[in-house]
């Protein structure tokens, strides 16, 4: 059973930093591309980041860009987002998906976590 589960959302202050990690199982995610997605209340569903199976290639949304950095593990299994100088603009469900392909541009990665909850209060 493939299953991607993330970890580290929780309640911060403006200006705090967090960081979320995701690990997947049940399948080898060495060779597949993993994002990092995001969901406020009342809005789209957004890329926040994705980085390439080899970590050689990684992409980060404007909203977020100097703040928000993604990283991989070597095995590959593990993604996690560093965010920094928190905003409450940044509270939303974030969620981790995963594909073989889907990169920049789409959002129908095949497989997705259950979602981390992170809230920025002022």
């Known amino acids: 059973q493939v299953q991607l589960v993330e970890s580290g959302g929780r309640l911060v202050q403006v200006g705090d930093s967090l960081r979320l990690s995701c690990t997947g199982s049940g399948h080898t995610f060495t060779l597949w591309n993993m994002g990092w997605f995001r969901q406020a209340p009342g809005k789209k569903r957004e890329l926040v980041a994705v980085?390439?199976?080899?970590?050689?290639?990684?992409f980060v949304a404007d909203s977020v860009k100097g703040r928000f950095t993604i990283s991989r593990d070597t095995a590959g299994n593990i993604v996690e987002l560093q965010m920094n100088n928190l905003q409450p603009a940044d509270t939303a469900i974030y969620y981790c998906a995963a594909d073989p392909s889907r990169f920049v541009g789409a959002d129908d990665y095949r497989y997705w976590g259950q979602g981390t909850q992170v809230t920025v209060s002022s």
């Open positions: 980085i390439s199976w080899s970590g050689g290639s990684s």
